[in-house]
């Protein structure tokens, strides 16, 4: 890894100003990766080490609910880098062994494995987990969608199922419908929400998401909770609504949302209210920092405390709680927040963060019902935009949302 500084000036330093050798990153994941990139691109040549409970290098989880449970793509595909360049990275390798502990004050980090791992510098970027229904573990054909592995047993199943429920119509609950129409099955889609994704994107959008989704097939039971799963013989055969209906099912997906991964964290001292609590550098203490699904913190130009369960953050905030780690002078984290969907022939892509109080306004660069681009205003300013089947308008409200995060005064933490 060719570096053109003198050796002296490659060393970095945290909070303290003390001597940074050695960095440890749990979570093997995007956040994780990226900020093990962004530690060597700053010219960081100490010691540095991944730990991640799976067994598999960083991997990309997007194409999960998509391509990979469609069949369109390979295992290895979804590999967010390829052998050699996770070489360059010279990092050591901890995969298949979870956290399990940590010790902010001698600075050492607990293994599943019994080992203890010494840190100058540490970043959590453990992600989350799936949520389950209570009854979930008594019966087979029942599903959550996190990891790679979660995703090919499920499409082993959905190859050989005639009927899928989907319970929670969020991201991956609507993304998965999807799937499941275009693979042929019978798909059913429950929400005690009025419409899909209503939380993320509002009740107008997620009403047209609803109609795509009817247009296509899906049995739509909205506005109505689950009850129970039914059962024979330990295999799932269906839910009971809160209604009194009740939904047939050969294979059940659960996707009602997460919790992040710190339960490793307690007793650490570390604040873990909805995630590791951090400030606006992405600092949860003396030499540690946190990124990704896992991380709340301050974000200025929003001037209030967010955690983030979106790809791009993810990478984004890997590389600059790295930074935040290294340099003491690091500047705040303020992204414009990016998300999107893909559901059959529409793509929805989301600059900034919605909320229900917002004004909604049709852009004028709109074509149809099938194209269309929104802003949503909040005090007279642009907060947030969204483009459906429209990527280059989506990249206009972008500039807006970060005009209106440039031009706003900042908003210092509590």
């Known amino acids: 890894r060719p570096d053109p500084r003198p050796r002296d000036v490659r060393r970095a330093s945290v909070t303290t100003g003390s001597s940074v050798s050695s960095v440890v990153v749990v979570g093997a994941s995007a956040a994780g990766l990226a900020a093990a990139e962004s530690l060597r691109r700053a010219g960081f040549d100490g010691a540095l ?25 390979s295992p290895e595909r979804v590999a967010l880098r390829r052998p050699d360049g996770l070489a360059k990275l010279d990092v050591t390798w901890r995969l298949g062994v979870a956290a399990i502990g940590l010790d902010v004050a001698r600075r050492e980090i607990r293994l599943a494995d019994g080992t203890d791992l010494a840190y100058d510098g540490l970043v959590i970027a453990t ?21 790679l592995h979660d995703a090919l047993t499920f499409r082993d199943e959905l190859l050989s199922a005639r009927r899928l429920a989907v319970v929670g119509a969020g991201f991956l609950g609507s993304e998965v419908a999807a799937v499941g129409r275009e693979l042929g099955l019978d798909v059913t889609l429950v929400d005690p929400l009025p419409a899909p994704m209503v939380r993320q994107l509002g009740l107008h959008v997620g009403g047209l998401i609803a109609e795509l989704h009817k247009g296509r097939g ?65 600092r949860a203490a003396d030499g540690v920092v946190a990124a ?41 984290f303020t992204p414009v927040p990016f998300f999107w969907t893909d559901q059959y ?70």
Do not use: I
């Open 49 to 73: 080490t991944l730990v991640g409970d799976e067994a598999h290098q960083p991997y990309d989880r997007p194409p999960l609910s998509k391509q990979v449970l469609k069949g369109e793509w």
């Open 127 to 147: 992600g989350v987990s799936a949520r389950h229904l209570p009854s979930a573990t008594d019966v087979s054909g029942v599903h959550t969608l996190r990891t």
């Open 218 to 282: 899906v049995d739509l039971r909205l506005g109505v909770g689950v009850r129970r799963l039914l059962g024979k013989a330990g295999a799932v055969t269906g839910l009971e609504l809160a209604d009194d209906t009740q939904v047939e099912a050969d294979v059940v997906l659960v996707g009602v949302g997460s919790t992040p991964n710190t339960k490793w964290l307690d007793g650490s001292g570390l604040n873990t209210t909805n995630g590791v609590v951090c400030d606006a550098h992405c």
């Open 292 to 332: 990704g699904d896992v991380a709340s913190w301050f974000h200025q130009g929003l001037g209030r405390q967010v955690r983030l369960e979106h790809r791009t953050n993810a990478v984004e905030q890997g590389a600059a709680a790295a930074l935040a780690l290294m340099e003491p002078d690091a500047p705040p």
């Open 345 to 414: 022939d529409v793509k929805v892509q989301v600059y900034g963060l919605p909320e229900p109080g917002d004004e909604v306004h049709r852009s004028t660069a709109s074509l149809s019902d099938d194209r269309f681009a929104l802003s949503f205003v909040r005090g007279g300013r642009v907060v947030a935009g969204l483009a459906w089947n429209m990527p280059k308008e989506a990249l206009r409200l972008r500039a807006a949302v970060a005009e209106t995060f440039r031009t706003t005064p900042t908003r210092e933490e509590p």
